[in-house]
């Protein structure tokens, strides 16, 4: 590749730059056009299309090496003479002493280029290479110069520009609708190459740069048809590319920059396009999502209330009922503990202690059982109890509330009887004797007596015995009152013997309700049956409140996962709002900026300007 520049206010300009750069003002675009004198033409093209051919046919002299193969293997910098004080010199270096050559050259960026002259080779066409360097080019450069260069060796003509044109069409759309001006058939060989300038090199190899047809006129080669017309298609470029680069500058310097922004605006309005359907479709997804969450989250919030106060209500109604049983229960075994079968045999007079303390053990026992009986029913309703807490959980919960493990044999594992046991019933020499019993045998006795002396006074009469008894009762007329007195003693032993034998024979009947009658007072003292039930219904409340509990904690974290979600699904709708009225708004701008510059009319003068 070669560049062919102007570089007289190329330092000025550097300077420059920066502040107009920074300064854009109404007339910075004038002032850039202006300040900026030189206009950067890159011209490259395929392997051995004739580049060096094109640019010593431009600058009519044999400045760079030709040849019909690949020559300019090596940089080479062509500067203007008047850098090197008016002389032309050319400076080489020989490789076989060193083995490279570094050639310091001005970096010029691609941003810099002005004009692309690509130079095409008329045999060949445009190879893979060369359509991919236009399609590069083209992308910044909306306006590229093709050369097609050797178009004197092709016989048929009009079939290679069509070729040609329709690649060209392909490639650069906007270079195709200026065609005329931007593409050209030449034979940059046929230029005739002009004399050296007078006064000539200092004599460092110059006249080898002036070979072939130095001393001819070109005015006698113009009478040729085929040259005369071969010139003058180099002339029509030349003139078309003079226009390009110097009348019509604002359009070679200026149209670079506005593809490249309408370029940046297009991809803009691609971005924020997308992006705007993006969020829409985004804002749409969680407007759906939050219409779906919000009754979700009432309905969880009203279940989180309702269930509650339901799991309070049965757990309290389920505790009132095992208390009011128990006690129930607990009252009728006391009361009739007296009464019932205890099964415990009486082995005599001697051994009546002894039966005394099994009888308090067998009553003690008994009530035992009642409480231990009252303990198994309030299991059973807790179980009862712990499934409807189950059947709750998995209806608003799920399934994996199913998992909660209830055991009911570790209810009531302390010893249930504890109070029981500590009941001290005394036995005295009075619970044998059931004197209550007694009375009511004594108001039996005499009643029968009272029957007995009506009896006696109307049966004898009716049988005619009335002699008999008068003389049972001179009889004892009879008898003094000295004999009589002897007769109290051995009576009352013998009354005291009877009473004793009977009360002896009576123990098996009046003990037992003496005992109970002990044992009830004592346990009424200790208050033994609300305990018994107060505990009762206080361990079934406690573990129905485990249960309880879960399902509270995790309807209250299905209310807060629900709120979570609400309020994540809230913001990001919020941003997606946002987004899309961003992104719409920055689509409108994209396409008033790109109108803006498609407007531009680069062939016209800056305003202001006139």
Same mark, same amino acid.
């Given at each position: 590749m070669t560049y062919a520049e102007d570089s007289s206010a190329e330092s000025s300009r550097a300077a420059e730059t920066p502040e107009l750069v920074?300064?854009?003002? &109404?007339?910075?675009?004038?002032?850039?056009?202006? =300040?900026d004198t030189s206009s950067k033409v890159l011209i490259t093209g395929d392997l051995n299309a004739g580049k060096s051919t094109f640019c010593n046919a431009l600058l009519r002299r044999k400045v760079l090496p030709e040849d019909q193969q690949p020559c300019t293997a090596i940089f080479c910098e062509v500067l203007d003479a008047r850098e090197n004080a008016g002389l032309e010199e050319k400076i080489v270096i020989d490789n076989e002493t060193y083995g490279q050559c570094k050639i310091y050259v001005k970096d010029i960026r691609q941003e810099e280029i002005d004009v692309v002259v690509f130079v095409v080779s008329a045999a060949n066409h445009f190879t893979q290479s060369a359509k991919e360097f236009i399609w590069a080019a083209a992308a910044e450069k909306a306006y590229l110069f093709i050369v097609v260069n050797g178009y004197d060796t092709i016989r048929d003509k009009q079939r290679c520009q069509k070729l040609i044109l329709d690649q060209v069409s392909g490639l650069s759309p906007r270079t195709f609708k200026e065609s005329s001006e931007l593409v050209h058939f030449v034979s940059s060989n046929a230029v005739p190459s002009g004399p050296p300038p007078p006064?000539?090199?200092?004599?460092?190899?110059?006249?080898?740069? /002036?070979?072939?047809?130095g001393g001819d006129d070109p005015a006698d080669d113009k009478g040729k048809g085929k040259d005369k017309e071969k010139i003058r298609d180099f002339e029509a470029l030349e003139q078309s590319l003079r226009r390009f680069v110097l009348e019509k500058r604002a359009r070679s310097k200026l149209a670079p920059a506005r593809t490249y922004l309408l370029n940046i605006l297009n991809d803009v309005h691609t971005l924020a396009a997308v992006n705007q359907g993006v969020a829409q479709s =985004?804002? =749409?997804?969680?407007?759906r999502q939050l219409e779906e969450l919000e009754p979700q989250l009432e309905l969880s919030k009203k279940a989180? /209330?309702?269930?509650?106060?339901?799991?309070?209500?049965?757990?309290?109604? #389920?505790?009132q009922e095992i208390y009011h049983d128990t006690r129930s229960k607990l009252n009728t075994a006391i009361a009739q503990v007296g009464e019932a079968n205890l099964n415990v045999p009486y082995t005599g007079l001697f051994r009546v202690f002894?039966?005394?303390?099994?009888? &308090?053990?067998?009553?003690?026992?008994h009530i035992s059982d009642a409480v231990s009986d009252c303990e198994e029913h309030a299991r059973g309703?807790?179980?009862? /109890?712990? !499934? /409807?807490? &189950? @059947?709750?959980?998995i209806l608003h919960i799920g399934n994996e509330f199913e998992t909660l493990q209830f055991r009911p044999d570790v209810m009531f594992r302390r010893k249930r009887d504890a109070l029981a046991r500590q009941v001290d019933v005394p036995t005295e020499l009075w619970d044998f004797v059931d004197w209550s019993t007694l009375l009511q045998r004594q108001e039996k006795f005499a009643g029968t007596g009272?029957?007995? #002396?009506?009896?006696?006074? $109307?049966?004898?009469?009716?049988?005619?015995?009335?002699?008999?008894?008068?003389?049972?009762?001179?009889?004892?007329?009879?008898?003094? !009152?000295? !004999?009589?007195? @002897?007769? $109290?003693?051995?009576? $009352?032993?013998?009354a005291a013997i009877a009473a004793s034998a009977y009360i002896v024979q009576q123990i098996p009947n009046s003990l037992p309700p003496r005992l109970a009658t002990k044992i009830s007072a004592q346990l009424t003292d200790l208050d033994y049956v609300h305990a018994n039930s107060a505990r009762i219904s206080s361990s079934v409340r406690k573990v129905l409140r485990y249960p309880a509990d879960n399902l509270r904690v995790s309807l209250d974290q299905n209310v807060k996962d629900l709120r979570s979600r609400r309020d994540d699904t809230a913001k990001i709708k919020d941003e997606s709002e946002r987004a899309s009225k961003i992104f719409r708004g920055l689509v409108g701008e994209s396409e008033v900026q790109r109108s803006m510059v498609e407007a531009v009319d680069l062939d016209s003068p800056p305003p202001g300007l006139h």
């Open positions: 920074h300064s854009l003002e &109404k007339g910075s675009i004038a002032s850039l056009l202006d =300040e006064g000539g090199p200092g004599g460092s190899g110059s006249g080898s740069s /002036s070979g072939g047809g =985004e804002l =749409e997804r969680v407007a989180r /209330s309702e269930v509650g106060d339901q799991i309070d209500r049965d757990i309290e109604d #389920t505790c002894r039966y005394a303390d099994d009888l &308090k053990e067998a009553m003690l026992s309703r807790s179980i009862r /109890s712990v !499934n /409807s807490i &189950k @059947q709750l959980g009272m029957a007995l #002396t009506v009896a006696g006074a $109307i049966v004898p009469r009716l049988l005619g015995i009335n002699n008999w008894f008068d003389q049972a009762l001179t009889a004892t007329r009879v008898l003094s !009152n000295g !004999n009589m007195r @002897q007769l $109290i003693l051995p009576g $009352i032993l013998v």
